[in-house]
């Protein structure tokens, strides 16, 4: 798989909160910048905050509006999301992701909200 697909692969398997398929693509020292600001290193700190943050909701679903291999290895997406948290409250907004393929792995994703 070329570093662009890996990279929509990925957000088609964040849309399906497939936990078991995202976990390989990360690594111990794969790095996660949150558009909250946090930032998570390990397949293990990233896959607990994922798994957080998608329980933490009923629905959700992110819409890539544009993609792009900005670098060789460096995908960048801009997408808009909507969920539902369970306590029934709509939520939604727009961000650029940066994600870093190296090696095949996901070696880092850096989320702007805007």
């Given at each position: 798989?070329?570093?662009?697909?890996?990279?929509?692969?990925?957000?088609?398997?964040?849309?399906?909160?497939?936990?078991?398929?995202i976990?390989?693509m990360?690594?111990d020292?794969s790095?996660?910048?949150?558009?909250?600001?946090?930032?998570?290193?390990?397949?293990?700190?990233?896959?607990?905050?994922?798994?957080?943050?998608?329980?933490?909701?009923?629905?959700l679903h992110?819409h890539?509006?544009?993609?792009?291999?900005?670098k060789?290895?460096?995908?960048?997406?801009?997408?808009?999301?909507?969920g539902?948290?369970?306590?029934g409250?709509?939520?939604?907004?727009?961000?650029?992701e940066h994600?870093?393929?190296?090696?095949?792995?996901?070696?880092h994703?850096q989320?702007?909200?805007?």
């Open positions: 798989m070329t570093p662009l697909q890996l990279a929509k692969h990925y957000f088609d398997l964040s849309n399906d909160s497939n936990f078991d398929e976990t390989p990360f690594t020292s790095t996660f910048y949150s558009g909250k600001h946090d930032l998570f290193l390990g397949v293990t700190e990233i896959m607990s905050m994922q798994r957080a943050h998608h329980g933490s909701y009923q629905a992110w890539i509006t544009q993609v792009a291999e900005i060789p290895g460096i995908i960048r997406f801009d997408f808009d999301f909507k539902k948290t369970n306590a409250d709509e939520v939604e907004y727009s961000g650029i994600i870093v393929i190296h090696q095949g792995k996901i070696q994703i989320i702007r909200l805007v």
